[in-house]
T-cell receptor
Framework: GENVEQHPSTLSVQEGDSAVIKCTYS??????FPWYKQELGKGPQLIID?????GEKKDQRIAVTLNKTAKHFSLHITETQPEDSAVYFC????????FGAGTTVTVRA | DGGITQSPKYLFRKEGQNVTLSCEQN?????MYWYRQDPGQGLRLIYY???????QKGDIAEGYSVSREKKESFPLTVTSAQKNPTAFYLC???????????FGSGTQLSVL
């Protein structure tokens, strides 16, 4: 089955700086790669996703890049704000979604 | 207001007791899922259902049971056979294809 690894496990950034989270996956058949944001005590929310036929996707301050050859994808958050502090999960889809272990992002004021 | 409702928010289980977690959705989604979340770990799939009256085991189904009698509802029972049930349980639904999951707000289960 699919194995998703996510790094780093924790990330602390100064407000206004960029944050980057990286994930690798094992199954070359995976074709859908979503990112979820989870705030304390809540369920994860989809923030952006990308399909295997696209290399990059942007939505305001967040972007995702995908390298199919290397089997890795990344989340980029620019101009970070305090409300970006949360746990972020990547996932990859072969016949079901497999999640990474999560990255706790803290934005320092 | 469409969404997924999980209840209760907190639940305590005594030794040897079965407990049932509720999950209801009004998104008209065919597929529903149960995930377990432990601190510092990703979400692990317990059970999923692609259609009413049908469900499949996920990666960690032992000690859990589910039913899918209605499209809107997918309750999870944590049985006494689950020896380490303390975790945050998340229910999700999707319109199909295992994509764009919508999650509920979760149930924290603890053992007394």
């Amino acid at each position: 089955g699919e194995n998703v690894e996510q790094h780093p496990s924790t990330l602390s950034v100064q407000e206004g700086d960029s944050a980057v989270i990286k994930c690798t996956y094992s199954d070359s058949a995976s074709n859908y790669f979503p990112w979820y944001k989870q705030e304390l005590g809540k369920g994860p929310q989809l923030i952006i996703d990308i399909r295997s036929n696209v290399g990059e996707k942007k939505d305001q301050r967040i972007a995702v890049t995908l390298n199919k050859t290397a089997k890795h994808f990344s989340l980029h958050i620019t101009e970070t704000q305090p409300e970006d502090s949360a746990v972020y999960f990547c996932a990859a889809n072969d016949y079901k979604l497999s999640f990474g272990a999560g990255t706790t992002v803290t934005v320092r004021a | 207001d469409g969404g997924i409702t999980q209840s209760p928010k907190y639940l305590f289980r005594k030794e040897g007791q079965n407990v049932t977690l509720s999950c209801e959705q009004n998104l008209n989604h065919d597929a529903m899922y149960w995930y377990r979340q432990d601190p510092g770990q990703g979400l692990r799939l317990i059970y999923y259902s692609q259609i009413v009256n049908d469900f499949q085991k996920g990666d960690i189904a032992e000690g859990y049971s589910v039913s899918r009698e209605k499209k809107e509802s997918f309750p999870l029972t944590v049985t006494s056979a689950q020896k380490n049930p303390t975790a945050f349980y998340l229910c999700a639904s999707s319109g199909g294809g295992n994509e764009k999951l919508f999650f509920g707000s979760g149930t924290q289960l603890s053992v007394l």
